[in-house]
């Protein structure tokens, strides 16, 4: 088990003794399982120097050669499955064998998917003006990715962004979230192992400090970040004339028509508010309940709730919800909840830190009724296992509630006429709606991100999107001599 995070730069890591180290905890014990580096921007430097030149070299590789190299990754994923879910279970704190075996099986997923779509990069040939002139277009790596990527799914928000990008030419230098460096710099290490040296780097440390660096940093063409919308905003000023994909916040409204199955819609409720304790940008949080069904709905709701999430040690077999990750989001959760209680709103379930623990980033599954806008817990992410129900009146007010939100990530409608979620989806202003699942319901070959003008993003990551976005069109044309 790894228990050290350190720089992965030109092939190799990099330690010495005046390294500043920073504790790595365990959020359900307390315990230290390691340290991390403070990474400098001298080791961004390093890292995007080593990156030129062996990308060049990357770059002349045949495209099946670095699928190859891709594969060779996802293989190396499968011997390693057991390692890689009980540290990423360690080191976030969701449970082991409902949550972090599954994301480990979509790492699998995203570096077999990159490998397959870089060998089916095409271009064109499309006319000319002159009759003997022939045009070439076709799509060229960037050059230099930087890789910014958060703590709630430190595996696949990483491989999303990773994954395409190396496979279609580009080198990559990754900065991840400190407080999941350990179970990154696992994977760094596999990955570093199946590519030329300079290929790939990894830098731990603080975003302010390194992220900063390997945003404004010349050499680098482009940055992938995902995380908060106030990190985003400093990502996007850093990276100012970079290609940039922006995967950021949303609050993911679940809206339950008044013709919903309540099976279905309770069923994807919980799943959208506690998997991965409600630390996703897509996870439900925002719960708008048809006034004819919410009393029906909210009874399902508490009785579902109770029988089938169950709070504990993230590494016990029974687990389905794991603590927060960090004592800020915590703090954030608590806070959003505090308020939301002190202006009207009524606790039906939890609402409260749970005791009995060794931390106190346990929270327990808690349902609140009667919020409405104004409210933290309404108008902002809180990033918690919180199920905020807010009775409408009908879908127009619930498209109006929707699409008044500063988000445009994610929502879903529950309805039995299809007809009539599909107009609501037409209606809805976010990139993603699902009918009659959770918000958390996603697909990793389909594009994913915000809608435009949102404070969720900009671009889209899943499938051959990231590819594109780190690929550029070149065009070459050439004279035929007349037959």
Not at 109 to 134: C, K, L
Not at 214 to 239: D, M, Q, T
Not at 434 to 449: K, P, R, V
């Amino acid at each position: 088990m790894i228990d050290e995070a350190l720089p992965f730069i030109g092939g190799s890591w990099r330690k010495t003794s005046s390294r500043q180290m920073v504790p790595s905890t365990n959020p359900a014990t307390g315990d230290v399982l390691g340290s991390y580096v403070l990474g400098t921007p001298e080791d961004i430097d390093d890292a995007v120097s080593a990156a030129a030149p062996a990308q060049l070299a990357w770059a002349r590789v045949s495209a099946f050669e670095r699928a190859a190299a891709c594969e060779r990754v996802a293989s190396t994923i499968v011997a390693r499955r057991d390692e890689l879910a009980l540290l990423l279970s360690l080191d976030q704190g969701k449970p082991l064998q409902a949550e972090a075996y599954a994301e480990v099986d979509e790492l699998v997923v995203y570096f077999s998917m990159a490998a397959a779509d870089a060998t089916r990069t095409g271009g064109s040939m499309p006319p000319s003006t002159s009759a003997t002139r022939r045009i070439l277009s076709y799509r060229v790596p960037v050059g230099t990715v930087g890789v910014i990527t958060p703590w709630n799914w430190p595996y696949t928000m990483a491989a999303e962004l990773l994954a395409p990008a190396l496979a279609v030419g580009n080198a990559v230098v990754w900065v991840p979230a400190p407080t999941t460096a350990l179970c990154s710099s696992l994977l760094a290490g596999i990955i570093g192992d199946e590519l030329p040296p300079g290929v790939f780097s990894f830098v731990p440390g603080a975003g302010p400090v390194v992220g900063a660096a390997l945003c404004r940093h010349p050499k680098v063409a482009a940055i992938g970040f995902i995380g908060s919308i106030a990190s985003g905003a400093e990502v996007a000023r850093n990276a100012a004339g970079k290609r940039q994909i922006l995967e950021l916040g949303g609050n993911g409204p679940m809206v339950i028509l008044d013709d919903a199955d309540l099976e279905v819609a309770v069923k994807a409720s919980t799943e959208a508010a506690f998997l991965c304790a409600g630390q996703s940008c897509t996870a439900g949080e925002l719960f708008l309940v048809h006034e004819a069904v919410h009393d029906e709905y909210l009874d399902l709701l508490l009785s579902v709730t109770a029988s089938s999430v169950r709070l504990g040690d993230p590494l016990a077999p029974t687990t389905t919800m794991g603590p927060l990750n960090n004592p800020a989001v915590a703090d954030k959760v608590a806070s959003h909840v505090a308020e939301a209680k002190a202006t009207g709103a009524s606790v039906v379930m939890g609402g409260s830190r749970a005791s009995g623990f060794a931390t106190d980033l346990f929270y327990e599954p808690t349902v609140l009724d009667g919020v409405r806008p104004g409210m933290a817990i309404v108008d902002q992410e809180t990033f918690g296992p919180v199920v905020p129900v807010l009775k409408i009146a009908s879908e127009t007010e619930a498209l109006e509630l929707l699409n008044k939100s500063p988000y445009g990530l994610t929502a879903a409608v529950f309805t039995r006429d299809l007809a009539r979620g599909l107009a609501f989806a037409e209606g809805a202003e976010v990139g993603w709606v699902n009918i009659n699942a959770s918000t958390n319901l996603w697909e990793s070959h389909l594009a994913f991100g915000g809608r435009a003008g949102s404070a969720s993003g900009i671009g889209r990551v899943g499938g051959t999107s990231t590819q594109e976005a780190f690929t550029e069109a070149k065009t070459v044309t050439f004279t035929m001599e007349k037959p």
